[in-house]
């Protein structure tokens, strides 16, 4: 058996706690002004062969699978997605509330902190966190590079930990996740893309037809918007509660 399977073996049930527990923080961000922001939180830990594999791909010269002095600390340096968080919206408004909490809330009820983007895609979050998604120019060449890889993906993807004035931080210390905020229509799109092609070869036309498929779902997610918006309005004139 390797350390590093010594290192996972070890620290599982920390890994789940550690897991839980970023999810109940996530999840505490879900309501603003009596809105339900989140409609669902979902995680998960990264096996030891995919953990691995990533390894060898990315820093095969380390040898950090043989390497006796490893931690789990030392591992997320390397392995930033060990633990992977999804936060589920249903609307692309909530998805900006989130991300806009979870980057720039500050003050000592902050309890995770976004170390970086994990792209360092700043356009992205830029045209994301500050415009509803309806008002994207969906033919901004520099806003569709920025924002998506070549089959469509899209997402606010963070890496984060605990922040260092919580509680969690001083159980976990720096241990660190990547965190996704995306519609739960992405999410469909998302799976659905990648059962079909990720990690595997695609034709020229798959990956154009993921991209128009994507585009489309932004266009959905923007009348779903609009209809929301909509029932709010109609809620807050007529003081109806759903």
Known sequence: MSFLADVLHSSRRDLEVYTERLCACLSDLSFESDVKRIYIVKSRIKSYDS?????????RDLRLHNDPSLTMSRLMTYVEDVVGIRVLCLFPDDVNSI??????????????????????????????????????????????????????????????????????????????????????????????????????????RTVNDLRLAAVSINELNARLQSISNDALAYQAANDFRF
């Open 51 to 59: 953990i691995r594999s990533k390894l060898l791909q990315y820093h």
């Open 99 to 204: 991300a806009n909490r979870l980057y720039f809330e500050r003050g000592p009820t902050r309890t995770i902190r976004v170390i970086r983007d994990k792209d360092n895609k700043a356009k992205l979050y830029r045209y994301y966190l500050f415009k509803p998604l309806m008002q994207i120019n969906m033919d901004d060449e520099s806003w569709r590079t920025a924002s998506r890889k070549d089959t469509g993906y899209s997402s606010v993807h963070a890496i984060a930990h605990f922040s260092d004035n919580s509680r969690m931080h001083d159980l976990f210390g720096d241990w660190r996740a990547e965190i996704q905020i995306r519609t739960v229509l992405e999410e469909a799109w998302g799976e659905t893309s990648h059962y079909l092609s990720y990690k595997k070869a695609t034709t020229d």
